[in-house]
């Protein structure tokens, strides 16, 4: 805000549907900022950006919202709400399907974390509660990633998703996101080789 410096220019990009794109680039380059603008956080100066054809300021905020599921590097926590509603936190107007719960959490890599908790998925995740248990950065990491499956969009956004987690889980955990995305459309920003170089297209930023 306020300032005279353009973070894009003269910028053309297509994202298929369906596509597995990642975008790397240095800090500072833009790559959540792109994010942003895609989902209408940030509105463009100039040009515009379509979905489907459909410019993006031109589709009800509801509908862009509800088929769009974006993971930022500061993802909400719930504290006062158990690791269950925390999950249920993703879709929370759906009928609760207690089956999609368990495989969101295993597919975040967070299901024998939350089997360890005293209350497993009843645990409150705060030590403020009787019973309750706070949980370390990478940990809630999992639970929003959890989340962001039990949301299911077809347009999933992720921004540095697992950088508070160890090197096997994200592995696992991005091998469940090529899987458990197919046939939608995955924006992923890392800046870790690993993560990105099983996507069909690589956009240096």
Same mark, same amino acid.
């Given at each position: 805000?306020?300032?005279?410096?353009?973070?894009?220019?003269?910028?053309?990009?297509?994202?298929?549907?369906?596509?597995?794109?990642?975008?790397?680039?240095?800090?500072?380059?833009?790559?959540?900022?792109?994010?942003?603008?895609?989902?209408?956080?940030?509105?463009?100066?100039?040009?515009?950006?379509?979905?489907?054809?459909?410019?993006?300021?031109?589709?009800?905020?509801?509908?862009? &919202? #509800? *088929?769009?599921?974006?993971?930022?590097? =500061?993802?909400? @926590?719930?504290?006062?709400?158990?690791?269950? %509603?925390?999950? $249920?936190?993703?879709?929370?107007?759906?009928?609760?399907?207690?089956?999609?719960?368990?495989?969101?959490?295993?597919?975040?890599?967070?299901?024998?974390?939350?089997?360890?908790?005293?209350?497993?998925?009843?645990?409150?995740?705060?030590?403020?509660?009787?019973?309750?248990?706070?949980?370390?950065?990478?940990?809630?990491?999992?639970?929003?990633?959890?989340?962001?499956? &039990? #949301? *299911?969009?077809?347009?999933?956004?992720? =921004?540095?998703? @697992?950088?508070?987690?160890?090197?096997?889980? %994200?592995?696992? $955990?991005?091998?469940?996101?090529?899987?458990?995305?197919?046939?939608?459309?995955?924006?992923?920003?890392?800046?870790?080789?690993?993560?990105?170089?099983?996507?069909?297209?690589?956009?240096?930023?």
């Amino acid at each position: 805000p306020g300032s005279e410096k353009f973070i894009y220019e003269n910028l053309n990009l297509k994202i298929n549907s369906g596509e597995k794109v990642a975008i790397v680039g240095h800090n500072g380059a833009g790559k959540t900022t792109l994010v942003k603008l895609i989902s209408r956080f940030y509105q463009v100066n100039e040009g515009e950006i379509l979905v489907n054809g459909i410019n993006v300021n031109d589709i009800k905020i509801d509908s862009l &919202y #509800k *088929n769009l599921g974006v993971m930022f590097q =500061d993802f909400n @926590t719930y504290s006062q709400l158990t690791a269950k %509603e925390n999950i $249920i936190m993703g879709n929370p107007s759906v009928e609760i399907d207690e089956e999609r719960i368990i495989d969101s959490a295993k597919n975040a890599d967070a299901l024998s974390m939350i089997e360890d908790l005293p209350n497993k998925f009843e645990t409150v995740l705060s030590e403020k509660f009787k019973g309750g248990v706070r949980l370390s950065t990478g940990q809630w990491q999992k639970l929003a990633i959890a989340r962001f499956f &039990y #949301k *299911n969009a077809p347009l999933a956004i992720f =921004d540095e998703p @697992t950088a508070a987690i160890d090197a096997v889980s %994200e592995y696992n $955990i991005f091998n469940k996101i090529y899987e458990f995305f197919t046939g939608k459309t995955v924006i992923i920003i890392s800046h870790r080789f690993s993560t990105v170089r099983n996507a069909d297209r690589i956009i240096v930023v």
